[in-house]
């Protein structure tokens, strides 16, 4: 008779399963709560503790870990001094375990959890069961998760034994499963411990999509989430509408999202290639719509929009008159919802935008041969911290103008200008590799629409004095950079020759 070990935290669909193992002539060997749920259901079960020949003890933290247990799993069948002594000691040979551990992850997930109780939710046992039964794959039969029991059940029951293709894949399985098990645990007890930078680092994501293609239709890609997802996250959306996000959607919603979460007015972003090609604020979510069109009514075309409003009719009614891949808000009306959705290819998104301000993950961008880490870009900066540099100082309503400015250049590529005024985005120039580049682009798409209102911010230095002196030719009132480089006085006196108010902060904002 074949012998499986079963013991489950997650008992979904435990008992047809192991009544379809005790059908197939498996004994069964099990341990408290999941005895008990085989025993009330009918399903004869041996004791572990009949098995091993020892109580459990310290509150259950020890009960598994024993050589009848770990003997009868990790004794290879084609080893006749490994049988042997099996039979010698008397250890029955254990044919499949069926193991899925501690709740963790759910533990840690609780908002008021407490170490102790995270503490008491890492399994010891557990995982020393699967790894050793996924050790001895060739033999054993390992279970984690609750997807597998119909496959199982079924080779058993057409076969009398899984086939080892099926062992062997499982073995695999079992040995990620442990892997992002103990990840969690790393990670947690290293949060706890306040280290920012551990000697290994160890991250853990589960699968969410096999995607069409990557950037390009050549490239495969996937859609991993972090095991502990975030609310505020465009994976962590409700998609409402349309056909599965591309893996440039994703980069391009992502994006889209972090630049959205800078602004408390109504606003609308547009975002394509991952950088803002038009932003609008206003009293109404129809008129931040609007403006941030107005900003590049051409690049918009196709673009991404977020808004951190509901979406009502009046805004659905303009974005539905042109192409767009994605819009992502807190919600949307009915109305506007049924409008939108007459588009077959539209996508539309909804994200929890009470979530906003939660902590953010770090972010982690691959390089060749490894990995970089880094915090988010989530300063929360003042306009009345800045320091004026020139003799003209900015007005009220030009340090407002400055602050939308300066949220939005965070969002292009460096080298990044954006020039504004307390509404819009009049002209963004990103990307570029030397910054007069892209104030030159800026300003031509700000066109005619520089006035006395004007405003321009740098995410980083100004190396010369000729950014300044270009944006003074331009009709550009105010200026918002970090300061800092050795030629700043360049730069300040060109200002003042322009009648400038310029502004340092201190703080840069590459985006790379």
Known sequence: MKRALVSVSDKTNLVPFVQGLEKAGFEIV??????????????????IEDVTHFPEILDGRVKTLNPYVHGGLLARRE????????????ITPIDLVCVNLYPFKQTIEQ???????????????????????????????????????????HEIQENGNTTLETRTKLGAKAFRTTAAYDALISQYLTKQEGLADPEKLTLTYDLKETMRYGENSHQQAWLYQDAMPKAYSILSA?????????????????????CIREFDRPTVVAMKHMNPCGIGQGDTLEQA??????????????????LNRKVDLATAEKMHKIFLEIVVAPGFDDDAYE?????????????????????????????????????????DEDYHDWKCVTDVQPTEEQLKALMFAWKAVKHAKSNAIVVANNDRTLGVGEGQPNRIDSLKIAVHHAGDDIDEHT??????????????????????????????????????????????????????????
């Not at 080893?79 to 002594?85: A, C, F, I, R, S």
């Not at 409700?238 to 999202?257: F, P, R, T, V, W």
């Not at 880094?374 to 300063?379: C, E, G, S, V």
């Open 30 to 47: 099990s341990t408290g709560g999941t005895k008990q749920v085989l025993d009330d259901a009918g399903v004869k079960t041996i004791s």
């Open 79 to 90: 080893v006749p001094e490994h049988m042997e002594t099996l039979k010698k000691l008397s």
């Open 111 to 153: 908002p008021d959890v407490s170490l102790a109780d995270a503490i008491e939710n890492i399994d010891i046992g557990g995982p020393s069961m699967v790894r050793s039964a996924a050790k001895n794959y060739r033999d054993v039969t390992i279970l984690v998760d609750i997807n597998d029991y119909d496959q199982v059940l």
């Open 238 to 258: 409700q998609q409402l509408h349309g056909k599965e996000l591309s893996y440039n959607n994703i980069k391009d919603a992502d994006e889209a999202l972090r």
């Open 289 to 306: 719509w609007d403006r941030a069109y107005e900003a590049d009514p051409v690049s918009i075309f196709g673009g991404v929009i977020a």
């Open 339 to 379: 409008l939108l959705a007459k588009k077959k290819n539209i996508r539309l998104l909804t994200v929890d935008f009470t979530k906003k301000d939660e902590q953010p993950r770090r972010e982690v961008v691959s390089v060749m041969g490894g990995l970089l880490m880094q915090d988010q870009d989530t300063l």
């Open 455 to 512: 405003v321009m911010a740098s995410d980083a230095f100004f190396p010369f004095g000729d950014c300044v002196e270009f944006a003074g030719q331009h009709g550009i009132k105010a200026v918002v950079q970090p300061g800092g480089s050795i030629r700043d006085q360049e730069s300040i006196d060109m200002a003042n020759k322009y009648g400038i108010a310029m502004v340092t902060t201190g703080v840069r904002h590459f985006r790379h």
